[in-house]
């Protein structure tokens, strides 16, 4: 069955850097892009761009331009994301999702972001 | 950027009610490419509809979705217990993908 495991809940300072992973397995990890979706507390879902999990190629979201970095590692059928500079209101959940109809979900790794 | 509403914010039901959600798009979603999830709390979302129409695989028949162009909806024909929950939308037909903000199915 298709399963997405995220890293472990991080504490970081305003101005750090965080790097969350998603280890895929039950499907070809090559065979679908995916997606990293965020969450702040009480509040909606906020798409943050993809990875082509084949060619390694990225696309996203303007908001984030700059301060996302997405990469994968074939040989374990992980995915990364990376968000710099942070700030308070990166505090979220974090999920990858796999492919844009977002079929399979990670179950979120919490960032939270305070000095 | 597609900016999806849903309506109403919270629905007030109760066991074995209709639920009917709605999802209006500021332009029309290509294709069709739109997704309904379910949300409960502590948890990652769950695909339930895709294509507008489209039902997930391992989702009930209880669910069904309608609608094209710039207006959608969710149906839920007899609410469950575990049905109580937040559900989005979402459309994915084109960059950037973006989510309505959400409709409350709480129980009455």
């Known amino acids: 069955q298709v399963q997405l495991v995220q890293s472990g809940a991080e504490v970081k300072k305003p101005g750090a850097s965080v790097k969350v992973s998603c280890e895929a397995s039950g499907y070809t990890f090559t065979g679908y892009y995916m997606h990293w979706v965020r969450q702040a507390p009480g509040q909606g879902l906020e798409w943050m761009g993809w990875?082509?999990?084949?060619?390694?190629?990225?696309h996203y979201a303007q908001k984030f331009q700059g301060r996302v970095t997405m990469t994968r590692d074939t040989s374990i059928s992980t995915a990364y994301m990376e968000l710099s500079s942070l700030r308070s209101d990166d505090t979220a959940v974090y999920y990858c999702?796999?492919?844009?109809?977002?079929?399979?979900w990670g179950q979120g790794t919490l960032v939270t972001v305070s000095s | 950027e597609i900016v999806l509403t849903q309506s109403p914010g919270t629905l007030s039901l109760s066991s074995g009610e209709r639920a009917t959600l709605s999802c209006r798009a500021s332009?029309?979603?290509?294709?069709?490419?739109l997704a309904w999830y379910l949300q409960k709390p502590g948890q990652a979302p769950r695909l339930l509809i895709h294509g507008a129409s489209s039902r997930a695989t391992g989702i009930p028949d209880r669910f069904s979705g309608s609608g094209s162009g710039t207006d959608f909806t969710l149906t839920i024909s007899r609410l469950e217990p575990e049905d109580f929950a937040v559900y989005y939308c979402q459309q994915y037909g084109s960059s950037p993908l973006t989510f309505g903000g959400g409709t409350k199915v709480e129980i009455k």
């Open positions: 332009q029309s979603v290509s294709s069709g490419y």
């Open positions: 990875i082509n999990t084949n060619s390694g190629g990225t």
């Open positions: 999702a796999r492919q844009q109809l977002l079929d399979y």
